[in-house]
């Protein structure tokens, strides 16, 4: 990967050199191989010094642009793909577990355990979706083991995009005997991922579109196996096969069925609704 012009390879020689006292044997291998693959770049593509600014002004604008709410970093890793080019390296093979993807950058932790059979879209107006999960490990139930939900409400947007909105259509339940957990919710939509920053220009400039399919994000964890990041989509969504974050696996696509009238929460009947059904598999740490 080092030039074979020997100007441009004293220089990558020379950086790398400037490492050999890095303490960190793990920190000089990603510097070294960083600094390796930097410098391929920039010779493969003859970087004039314009498009160096370029890229120097688009890297600040991604930075100036994040906050405790908004990670335009994570959203610029998603949209070229590097976030599920990570999870794919590290999870070569599900082995029997749920599949990973992306964390996206609409994670909070949830500020407490909600009880199971909870609404936690709180009256977002949107079809209502009844889930009945259950998390298993080993095919065997797994108890005690948290479980994250969060989602986006019928317009798209997720209650961290909406200036004062409180905590809504995210939650933390907390697996039963048997593994299971149950909460009532609005069925997903497809929605855009925020492109009025400098990564909704990177795919305006290369007219890509910005949405991303229906779906649900899940996080489960337990003291002794790997935390599952994953999705559920929801089959039927014309943005399957054009995730703007390249996020969707087959596995991860379910079908919704329609519901019996069911009494919810603290005793409103709800005539036709949705339910998913669904099971997960956690994998032990090795
Ligand atoms: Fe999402």
């Known amino acids: 990967m080092i030039s074979s012009n020997p100007v441009l390879a004293a220089i990558t020689e020379q950086v790398i050199a400037s490492f050999a006292e890095t303490e960190n ?29 370029v890229g120097i002004q688009f890297l600040s604008r991604v930075g100036q642009m994040c ?8 959203l610029l890793s998603d949209t070229l793909g590097l976030s599920m080019f990570v999870d794919a390296v590290n999870h070569p093979d599900a082995d029997g577990a749920t599949e990973t993807t992306v964390l996206g950058p609409f994670y909070v932790p949830p500020l407490a355990e909600s009880a199971h059979g909870s609404d936690i879209a709180k009256g977002t107006p949107g079809v209502p979706m009844y889930a009945e999960c259950q998390v298993l490990a ?22 961290v995009q909406k200036p004062g909105q409180i905590e809504n259509l995210r939650a933390r339940f907390r697996t039963d005997a048997d593994g299971r957990f149950t909460f009532w919710s609005i069925v997903p939509t497809f929605y855009p991922i925020p492109d009025d920053g400098p990564v909704g220009d990177m795919l305006k400039a290369t007219s890509r579109h910005p949405y991303r399919p229906a779906h649900i994000h899940f996080m489960i964890g337990k003291d002794g196996f790997e935390t599952l990041v994953t999705h559920l989509f929801i089959d039927g969504d014309k943005y399957l096969t054009s995730d703007a974050v390249f996020g969707v696996k087959k596995s991860l696509i379910i079908s919704l069925a329609d519901g019996e009238p069911r009494t919810r929460g603290s005793g409103d009947h709800v005539p036709a609704h949705k339910r998913l059904v669904h099971s997960f598999g956690l994998r032990k740490v090795d």
Do not use: C, N
Request: proline share 3%.
């Open 138 to 159: 080993d095919g065997l139930p797994l108890s005690d083991a948290w479980v994250d939900v969060w989602q986006s409400d019928d317009d798209g947007y997720y209650d």
């Open 67 to 74: 906050d405790d709410k908004r990670q335009e970093f994570i």
């Open 25 to 53: 044997p793990r920190l000089r291998e990603v510097l070294e191989s960083l600094v390796k693959h930097l410098h391929a770049f920039a010779e493969d593509t003859q970087l004039s010094f314009d498009e160096w600014m």
